[in-house]
């Protein structure tokens, strides 16, 4: 006999520079999945939402100085107190994150000193995403959608560093997808491999970052 189960939701992860159109690509993929009437929900990180996201955001923000070491273990707790959220993935919703351990990664492994696999170990056994979509800008075309804000990191020589070493993370589970084009038609091409993504995830069991 056949038991009845759900199939499980996929954990799809987005990471790109800044100016990449990652917000803005999780927010109309997750409304025009739910006209579809799948069960989606959005997640982003860092969640400055709770109590050690508002010591991130305050950290990002430049109201406070944390040590380096201290606020790369911050982001991380920060990703391990929504780790129940797979219970979410497991019974059926699709998890549309902006943002993962990647950046966790590439940001502080950007610092002076940290070398990468130092940074990773905190992440590893969270779920591991389906896919990572990793939205590409050339610095030229990243410039002409406006400046940089005034958060920490926002500084161009420190993003070149941060996207050498996103290079250096790929993994046979990302797409790299140039984000040169315009919002309708970037959001098209990413309806697409999201269908595709939550397809295959459906049979297959739900692994561990990089265990
Ligand atoms: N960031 C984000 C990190 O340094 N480590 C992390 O683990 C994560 C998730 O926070 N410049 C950095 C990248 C961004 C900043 O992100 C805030 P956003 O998406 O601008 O809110």
Redesign the pocket.
Known sequence: TRTMTTNRGALIVFEGC?HSG??TQCNKLISSMNEKGLSVKSM???D?TTTIGQM?SSY?GNTCEIEDHAV?LL??A??WEMSEHEKLLQSGTTLIV????Y??VA??SAKQGFDMQWCKQPDIGLPKPDAVIYLTLSPEAAEKRGTFGK????KKEFQQKVSENFEKLKEDNWKVIDADKSVDDLHTELCDIVCEVIDAAQDKPLEQLWV
């Open positions: 800044d990652k917000t982003r990180f860092p400055r991130i990002l790369h982001f991380s920060n990703r902006d943002r993962y351990a950046s966790g940001f502080t958060e920490r990191y926002e």
